[in-house]
């Protein structure tokens, strides 16, 4: 047989080749299936895009805290006004406490909480801030807010002083500080409630005057946790 003849026949038989010929204009039709992979971006992608970037927009409006380093603050009021929508935000007593107690409170019994012997008293392991023996939390809410004069004894030590009135603090703020330095310095009382220091600042509405030792010492002994037991007790 002829190779060239061969050939031809092999080619006949090749059915791609014959499509091809066939075909009347195989190109255009190659062209218009590359355009349509090449369709534009569909719309509910570039929608679910914007939403997207306007929501990490309002998280970071919300959360961000404007980046700065010192950013937890109870006080702050977002201007989402999630106190008017959700309800009171709620306060970290402790949190709120150190805040008081850096303003107010810092430059007598310092930093450290010791005082500075012979004339401010030291919080920290007091009797007076922990309610041990006669003292109360009572006795302490009472010393706070309309302060203290005359001497004192604190952890066996004499001091004769005078402490102002702390009564234009809020009940919060006299709750926090308080709650602060019973648990700060390694003491460990027991925390203040707001309520609490309420009740003692209602117990004497007409009080001006600073305590002395001997008078809160006349009034009995009572307990935070105590009178939150007896004012739950009833509802039992
Ligand atoms: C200007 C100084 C001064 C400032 C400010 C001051 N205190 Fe005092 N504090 C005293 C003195 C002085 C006494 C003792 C009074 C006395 O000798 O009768 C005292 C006594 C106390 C006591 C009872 C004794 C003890 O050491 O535990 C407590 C509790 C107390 N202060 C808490 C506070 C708190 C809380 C604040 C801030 C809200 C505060 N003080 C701010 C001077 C100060």
């Known amino acids: 047989m002829n190779p060239l003849n061969d050939l031809h026949f092999s080619d006949e038989l090749n059915p791609e080749r014959d499509l091809l010929e066939l075909s009347p ?15 534009p971006i569909p719309m509910w992608l570039i929608m679910l895009t914007m939403v997207l970037l306007f929501w990490s927009g309002l998280y970071l409006a919300y959360y961000s805290g404007g980046f700065k380093a010192n950013i937890y603050n109870s006080e702050l009021v977002s201007w989402s006004g999630a106190g008017a929508r959700g309800g ?10 150190k805040k008081v107690f850096s303003q107010n409170c810092v430059v007598c019994h310092q930093e450290t909480g010791l005082g500075i012997p012979g004339q ?3 919080l920290v392991g007091s009797e007076w801030a922990l309610s041990q023996g006669w003292h109360g939390d009572n006795h302490l809410v009472k010393n706070v807010l ?35 330095v019973r648990s700060e310095w390694g003491n460990n009382g027991s925390p203040i409630t707001p309520e609490f220091v309420a009740k003692i600042r209602a117990s004497t509405p007409a009080r001006t005057e600073a305590w002395t030792m001997q008078e809160l010492q006349a009034i009995p002994r009572e307990l935070c946790s105590q009178s939150a037991e007896t004012t ?3 509802k039992k």
């Not at 009171?88 to 406490?97: M, W, Y």
């Not at 709750?175 to 602060?180: F, I, P």
Request: charged share 10%.
């Open 120 to 122: 401010y008293p030291p």
């Open 88 to 97: 009171p935000v709620p306060v970290d007593l402790r949190v709120l406490g």
């Open 232 to 234: 739950e007790a009833p």
């Open 146 to 180: 309309y302060g203290l004069q005359g001497p004192i004894i604190v952890k066996s030590i004499p001091y004769n002083n005078a402490m102002a009135p702390w009564n234009q603090l809020s009940d919060q703020q006299i709750a926090g500080v308080l709650t602060y």
């Open 25 to 39: 204009d195989p190109l255009p039709s190659n062209a218009s299936n590359n355009r349509s992979s090449l369709k």
